[in-house]
């Protein structure tokens, strides 16, 4: 038999931490300098990629032939492509490419809505910016601002505001957005305004006890769900073989997993099912001589403001004194109970 709890709210005791907003300045106001068009625009090319400060993004664009129209100025559709391409660009240097995203987390981004005001005209051989820039923040959408500028001037062309949303492709519903990228969103544009349909992002009070983990990280996180295995005496046995199978499944399909950090040192893991609503704890484990510090409590506290969630739910089983007090002294509720019958052999 296993127990299903909720959890409503977890009252802060200790110090635990936020995956959310750390806090890092941005740069506000233009540059000062004015460069040469050549030179503007190289340094944008080349910096467009390795960008370590937190300010926009800028993709460079030259127009050619077949961006323009019949009146010599590039098409009015054109723009919305040039965003379009920018803002895969910045997400690539934050280090999750379209593709990648749809293959290892299920997930998409899609436009939901565009405002965008057309103002300068650019023409063949112009040399642009594309400034990118996230401005609002909810569990399942991101509100960009992006500028296109001339390289030289930095008249605006054309200016937007793009709603984009994280959907599972399959069934085109909405999902979190990867616990990993909030965090690095926010932690690089501190100035993020973090309200959407997911509610304000709470503020950080310490650093985050947790530490994205992916499919390099399957034989670790097997040997953590082994031992969690082994000390809930769970009815079944699994080879390691199987348990790193077993994960790897998991990571491919709707499952985020983090490890419980002690400082530099792995204390333990959490496995969270990303898609349902609440969010539901799969596999939750800190080693027992890591326990009694808090770490258990900062985690859980820490996996609901990564999905800006205060609730969610777990499963524990019945004969697990230990798990249910834990649980319960959270704020988690009973729910339900689940009973098994066991086959019976001749």
């Not at 932690?187 to 983990?213: I, K, M, N, Q």
């Not at 019945?318 to 002294?329: H, I, R, V």
Request: aromatic fraction near 10%.
């Amino acid at each position: 038999m296993w127990t299903r709890f909720a959890g409503f709210g977890v009252t802060r005791t200790e110090a635990g931490g936020a995956v959310a907003d750390i806090g890092v300045p941005r740069p506000t106001g233009r540059r000062s300098a004015r460069r040469s068009r050549a030179t503007r625009w190289a340094e944008g090319y080349n910096g467009a990629m390795n960008h370590t400060e937190a300010k926009d993004f800028e993709l460079p664009i030259k127009i050619y032939y077949e961006d323009t129209d019949a009146g010599g100025v590039v098409y009015h559709a054109g723009y919305l492509r040039f965003m379009e391409r920018a803002r895969g660009e910045w997400l690539s240097e934050l280090g999750f490419e379209h593709r990648r995203l749809a293959e290892e987390r299920g997930v998409a981004f899609v436009v939901r809505g565009v405002k965008i005001s057309y103002r300068t005209p650019a023409r063949l051989d112009d040399r642009l910016l594309v400034r990118t820039t996230p401005r609002r923040l909810g569990r399942a959408r991101i509100v960009f601002l992006q500028e296109i500028v001339f390289a030289e001037t930095e008249i605006v062309s054309a200016s937007a505001e793009v709603d984009v949303a994280c959907i599972e492709p399959s069934s085109l519903r909405p999902v979190p957005i990867p616990g990993e990228l909030v965090s690095l969103i926010t932690e690089r544009y501190s100035g993020l305004d973090a309200h959407g349909p997911g509610g304000p992002l709470p503020a950080p009070e310490a650093p985050t006890v947790l530490r994205a983990a992916g499919f390099d990280d399957v034989e670790r996180l097997a040997e953590l769900n082994l031992r969690l295995l082994v000390e809930e005496r769970y009815d079944r046995s699994f080879t390691r073989g199987e348990l790193c199978e077993r994960m790897g499944g998991f990571l491919s399909s709707s499952y985020d997993a983090f490890f419980i950090m002690a400082g530099e040192e792995i204390a333990g893991y959490a496995l969270v099912n990303r898609t349902l609503d609440p969010v539901y704890i799969r596999q939750f484990y800190v080693s027992p001589e890591y326990r009694r510090r808090g770490l258990g409590r900062s985690a859980v506290e820490d996996l609901l403001r990564a999905y800006r969630t205060t609730s969610a739910d777990v499963e524990v089983m019945a004969w697990n004194e230990t798990g249910m007090k834990f649980w319960s002294s959270l704020g988690f509720e009973h729910r339900y109970n689940g009973l098994r019958l066991r086959s019976r052999k001749e």
